[in-house]
């Protein structure tokens, strides 16, 4: 068989036996879901700009699944790969670089496109979540804001010497932006401190477009968290391109 | 199959490998030894492709390591200290491993001869060191390649591990391939290696097959044996014999020659001297090594 498609397949079946990533993409932010789904409901109310909770938090969580392949999958499994000569080892191999390290993006893309499908048919099952936008802005603002903490991961796992430092700084950027980016509280909650924080924080530009066009508004309206996400993509994958060691 | 000229390679300022030339020769196993940070694992990563030589040339097979591709297809190799994913099975690896390459040798009859075939479905991981080790000479050998790289193949591994490692390169080098290993084990390099490389700060202190190296070095047989009442000088009259040391009725004597220990059983036959517990030990590689270097490699490892 094809070495990409071998190598896509077998990075897949690794990925699914990882427990935490599992949980973490899968388990966790339906359960989330069930938990603050349960206590407000999917009514309409005006602290929810009129929406129903389930409405406005589902497509938050689907930044929150986006930064757990981006932030946690992605530079575990690279610098796993480095740390253990498993890069050099394929390096020895007559398979292109790109078969090498695409599979790992692929993998991770499609980790965090099954997990948004296992949320929104828990919130339809469970909270009858609806979708007020159009398709294919939604689709853009998704697959921009997985270009931009993708990326992240990318340089994390470009700039971590080892897998204790690539974990440590995955999870020192994961829990503050789930918690300050709209991700997992919404952002009204917050102090004003805590607010300008998370002005700081990539995901909160994420979570900003997807919410906004699974709401229908216009992606004319978003173009700030539009160009800041997609320029930090930019940079992001260029310096990790430029910086990135094999071992 | 391997030509080295003037090969150089240096990390920034320090250089890891001084001007040396070499060259390997068809279905022989050749081995490169030397202390850690000799340049061994440095000149081999050179020639697989995997690192950029400061100056110097290196060809294998004709090819220039570094065009990668076409390299790979006809060489197999090991690398010191790298393993594999956590969370992949044996099968899926070799299964992964075949698809990188236009020919691959059949994984299950690898896995049969190296006594693994029952390994198939378990995790890499869970594999005892010298099964895992084993695997990593079945992948090299998934490209079916014509020349194997084996670094620091055995460390690590237990005595009987070792063991069953060895027979296994010997069958590679029989069925035609040409192995290039680096060990710091002076007795692998003994019973394994058709001709070694001795490498020592980054240059080749000395190379050939180890008979040569041993006479090279002008190193003497040890005789010893212990006797009553012998009278040391009448020894000297022995062919061959260079040097005598006697300690409580012990004596070892020293000397070259390839009838010496004969010369010496039949002088003292015919003198009517008795004498009890003989014992002959040749030079080895590591002796070669401590004149060369003035200090053991077992030490410095």
Request: charged content about 15%.
């Amino acid at each position: 068989m094809n070495a990409f498609l071998q190598m896509s397949m077998t990075e897949f079946r690794m990925a699914l036996r990882n427990f935490i990533y599992m949980f973490f993409a899968f388990v966790f932010p339906p359960m989330m879901l069930l938990l603050f789904g349960g206590m407000y409901g999917n009514e309409p109310t005006a602290f929810y700009g009129g929406h129903g909770a389930v409405d406005v938090l589902t497509p938050a969580y689907i930044g929150m699944i986006l930064a757990v392949s981006g932030i946690m999958g992605l530079p575990l499994q690279i610098s796993e790969y480095r740390q253990h000569k498993i890069l050099k080892r394929f390096k020895a191999t007559p398979i292109h670089t790109g078969s090498i390290m695409l599979p790992h993006f692929i993998v991770n893309c499609l980790l965090s496109m099954i997990g948004t499908a296992i949320l929104i048919v828990v919130g339809i099952g469970v909270f009858h979540l609806h979708f007020l936008g159009n398709v294919f802005p939604f689709l853009f603002a998704y697959f921009l804001s997985m270009a931009c903490i993708f990326s992240i991961g990318f340089l994390i796992a470009a700039v971590a010497p080892n897998i204790r430092a690539a974990s440590a700084i995955a999870y020192i950027i994961y829990f503050p932006m789930l918690f300050l980016s709209g991700a997992t509280m919404p952002l009204q909650m917050l102090p004003k401190v805590m607010l300008t924080i998370s002005k700081f924080i990539p995901l909160t530009y994420c979570v900003e477009i997807l919410q906004g066009t699974w709401m229908g508004d216009p992606l004319s309206s978003f173009l700030k968290p539009i160009l800041v996400t997609a320029s930090i993509a930019v940079v992001c994958t260029g310096v990790s391109i430029k910086i990135f060691r094999w071992e | 199959m391997i030509d080295v000229t003037n090969l150089t390679v240096k990390y920034k300022n320090l250089v890891a490998v001084d001007g040396i030339s070499f060259a390997v020769n068809k279905g022989e196993i050749f081995g490169i030894i030397g202390p850690n940070g000799a340049g061994k694992t440095s000149t081999m990563e050179c020639l697989e492709g995997l690192k950029k030589s400061a100056g110097g040339e290196v060809s294998v097979m004709g090819i220039d390591p570094m065009d990668r591709r076409k390299l790979y297809e006809s060489i197999g190799v090991q690398l010191q200290e790298a393993s594999f994913p956590d969370a992949i099975k044996v099968k899926e690896l070799c299964r992964l491993f075949s698809s990188f390459y236009k020919n691959p040798a059949d994984y299950r009859v690898l896995l049969a001869r190296f006594g693994l075939a029952d390994r198939e479905n378990s995790f890499v991981k869970k594999l005892s060191g010298g099964q895992r080790q084993k695997i990593s000479v079945v992948v090299a050998l998934i490209a079916n390649p014509q020349i194997v790289f084996l670094d620091e193949l055995t460390t690590g591994l237990d005595p009987q591990a070792r063991l069953d490692m060895w027979e296994l390169v010997k069958s590679l080098r029989d069925e035609g391939r040409t192995i290039l290993m680096t060990t710091h084990f002076m007795e692998e390099a003994e019973y394994l290696c058709d001709r070694v490389c001795l490498m020592v700060n980054s240059r080749i202190a000395a190379i050939g097959t180890v008979p040569e190296l041993v006479a090279q070095a002008e190193l003497s047989q040890k005789i010893s044996f212990t006797a009553k009442n012998m009278d040391k000088g009448a020894l000297a009259a022995i062919p061959g014999i260079t040097h005598i040391t006697e300690k409580n009725d012990g004596f070892d004597l020293y000397g070259n020659g390839r009838n010496l220990l004969r010369d010496v059983v039949v002088f003292m036959t015919e003198h009517n001297m008795d004498f009890e517990d003989l014992s002959c030990s040749k030079p080895g590689l590591e002796d070669v090594f401590l004149k060369l270097t003035g200090y053991r490699l077992e030490a410095a490892v």
